[in-house]
């Protein structure tokens, strides 16, 4: 019987679907997760795994808003799992989707116990922001998981990928890579402590650099740590777009990133112009996840193309 080529089989296509419906799915629960705070509504429910005692808890709108991230974290753990099935079933020698797919798993089940001490805590700080922190590190190994199932069928040449990036490019987009996932997590704790909305005026903050007083101080904090980052991550951008011209995905995914953060900036000058409201700083979160997806992405295809196995313009694979 003639072997099916790498990633044509319709298991592999099945499993690119359920990673794809699991990453959208999982960025979906970080997204309500965020409604759910900035709407107040994190202490709905009271007890765990139930609410209110029911399975089927009142309906009232903020009950149900909280419920609702519930059902979609007992969604994206479902989706999770039968995308570990059909890894193992299509793709048990690709280690990439292995161990991409089976780190979501835990992830996930992770996030799941830590949302149940969160409610059971009585929404502690520190339980909510590494709940966040589960969640961010699920999506980005989803979005690997996903990439990963998408091999060529050889890995053949490609003369403008001899050169590897340089440990400099490496080391600034890695920078760049856990400075977002920092700046998600400073941001949800100064929202948690009331000081989100503090500052009134961009970039300045009451047309100071640094007002006096701690709430300020924890604001500005935040500001700063965005610039940097912005910085760094612009940067691994523009060197992932030079690379580009062996790797035209690549391009895209630098566009997008870049694009997400300017977005996400934009987002955080017009709260401080126009005050938060709970669609502004859920925007700023969906904005914030959508950059972190974006710039894990580009630099698994820019780092590693041969693993990826990401096409080139002729068609070929890139390795």
């Known amino acids: 019987m003639a072997q099916v080529a790498a990633g044509t089989h319709p298991g592999q296509a099945r499993y690119r ?14 997204i309500l997760g965020g409604v759910v705070r900035v709407t107040g509504s994190g202490d709905a429910c009271p007890d765990w795994p139930l609410c209110h005692g029911q ?36 793709f048990r020698t690709l280690k990439p989707v292995m161990l991409a797919t089976s780190a979501s798993m835990v992830l996930v089940v992770a996030a799941a116990i830590l949302g149940g001490l969160t409610v059971l805590s009585e929404l502690s700080w520190w339980t909510r922001l590494i709940h966040l922190g589960l969640a961010e590190l699920t999506v980005a190994a989803l979005a690997i998981a996903w990439l990963a199932g998408h091999p060529g069928d050889q890995p053949g040449p490609s003369q403008n990928l001899e050169s590897r990036p340089s440990r400099r490019d490496r080391t600034i987009a890695w920078s760049g890579l856990v400075g977002l996932l920092l700046v998600i997590l400073y941001g949800s704790y100064m929202v948690g402590v009331g000081y989100g909305a503090i500052c009134s005026g961009w970039p ?51 566009l997008l990133t870049a694009g997400f953060l300017i977005d996400e900036i934009g987002v955080g000058a017009f709260t ?32 590693d193309p041969a693993t990826f196995r990401v096409r080139t313009k002729r068609g070929k694979t890139a390795g």
């Open 17 to 30: 679907l359920m990673t794809l419906l699991s990453l959208i799915a999982a960025i979906a629960q970080i």
């Open 55 to 90: 399975i089927i808890p009142p309906f009232e709108y903020h009950i149900w808003l909280e419920f609702t991230h519930r059902l979609v974290a007992s969604g994206v753990g479902l989706l999770v799992l039968a995308s570990l099935v059909l890894a193992w079933r299509h």
């Open 204 to 254: 300045l903050c009451l047309g100071e650099r640094n007002p006096a007083g701690t709430p300020f101080l924890i604001h500005m904090i935040h500001r700063y740590m965005v610039a940097i980052v912005a910085v760094l991550v612009f940067r691994a951008c523009v060197a992932a777009w030079k690379r580009g011209a062996a790797l035209p995905q690549l391009r895209w995914m630098a």
């Open 272 to 303: 401080a112009w126009l005050g938060s409201s709970p669609v502004i700083a859920s925007l700023h979160l969906t904005f914030a996840t959508f950059t972190w997806v974006s710039m894990v992405l580009m630099m698994a295809v820019h780092f």
